[in-house]
DNA sequence: TCTGGGGTCCTAGGACCC
DNA sequence: TCTGGGGTCCTAGGACCC
């Protein structure tokens, strides 16, 4: 074996014993959603909403190219979709969230260790896979996402998380790598990490992007080489992780096991402004049932609660957003105790004469449901076991038969101040009557 | 008229204790 | 009369992510 065979050799293990990642992104995932069950879309500009069809949460390609900016409140841009005859959909989340799992469970059956990121993203692990090149493979991945649930997904790799999230950027972003960019294998890493803007560095967010200019760095091998000490000092440990990531050393592992949430939060802008205790007694209310619902369904109690109001920023009027928050005697998922916390807490910071945009609740020491701590005056086990029990059958019957069947009255009926929606598709694949036909 | 919602992590600073 | 300093815990606020 001669010098040169002997070097590759031990290049060939060295880099056999770094890790290796993927990311697959689905792309345009909302927009690519809707497309899935109305192909005339393709090539089309498309735009998704978010909640009471507020602000662009997703845009074809055709629609980034017309100039339109991710964020831009609908109202704002109506001549312009108008105008371009840009298709706009409300936000179909019982659709997403379906297609997501679709997409993660092939993902899955490609990898035997997968972090689901988000919605529409997943790490996964090809560190163990060295029988096929892990560009092939990505390519198969690609085709099957493909194939099986008709969403395109495009899927970046490298040694750390950061360089495969950074990999994915550019295979989206160029055209000729179809979908697929390795950082990995990348003998010229440099010159692709010059080629993309620090603030397209995951982690590195509007903030950071300014103050890392300022300082004379723009691109993501700026970055790479620039100074820890003073990184540390400016981006805390999060921002050298990134730093360190960039130059290939692996600080962020694969979270393959979901983590327990820490808290959670409910709320909704309402359709109109709303001035009137209450309705927003209604709307809170309604949030906590979600609340707690969510809850039981994590296995969670929660410990502390925390009651928000919102007056509309954009607005010249006073504001006024005050938020209040209780330890609950007794932690819990029950949604009598907690409806009863967030009511009391709502009575005491609300104030007349405010136009109030948003209302929502904040609960927080979550903990496992099977540590709770007993209180000196707990209540018979008798009567936990009953509110235990009705907790069952109300998560039962609105699991069988639709979320809202049965729900407390406080709740409301009218829900004047509901979020609007006026634009949404059907849930073909979670609604019956919604199922798509099709005439032979 | 209409400007989203749901998370995590880190740090600084205050309160409190010894 | 002199009025220290270190540790911990908690919270608010600021940054980031999708």
Known sequence: ????????????????????????DCNNFYVSCERVF???LEDKPVVVLSNNDGCVVA???????????????????KDFFIRHKVFVFSSNYALYSDMSDRVMNVLASFAPEIEIYSHDEAFLSLSGNRSTDPETYARRIRREVRKCTGIPVSIGLGNTKTLAKAA???????????????????PDR???????????????????????QGHGLYTAYDLKESNQAWIRKKLTVAGLQTVLELQGVPCVDLETQPQPAKSMVRSRSFGRPVTELSELREALSSHVHSAARRLRANGQIAGNLQVFLQTNRFKPEPQYSPCLSTCLPRAT???QPLLTAALKLLQ???KKGFAFQKTGVLLTDLQPEFVRQLTFWEAGAKDQESAGQLMKTLDHI???????????????FEKNWEMRRGKMSPEYTTRWPDIPRVKA
Not at 12 to 24: G, H, I, N, R
Not at 398 to 412: I, Q, V
């Open 1 to 24: 074996m001669d010098k040169n065979q002997l070097n590759s050799g031990v290049m060939a293990e060295k880099q056999a014993a770094q890790p290796l990642f993927a990311l697959a």
């Open 38 to 40: 109305q192909p005339h």
């Open 59 to 77: 845009r074809s390609n055709e629609a980034k190219k017309l100039g339109l900016p991710m964020g831009a409140p609908a109202f704002k841009w």
């Open 168 to 186: 994915n950027k550019l295979a989206k972003s160029t055209p000729e790598f179809q979908g697929v960019f390795d950082l990995g294998q990348c």
């Open 190 to 212: 440099d010159r692709y990490l010059k080629s993309l803007q620090a603030k397209d560095i995951w982690g590195i967010g509007p903030r950071y992007a300014r103050l890392l």
């Open 333 to 335: 998922n029950h949604t």
């Open 348 to 350: 005491r910071i609300y």
């Open 398 to 412: 609105n699991a069988r038969y639709g979320k809202d069947t049965l729900r407390y009255a406080c709740a409301g």
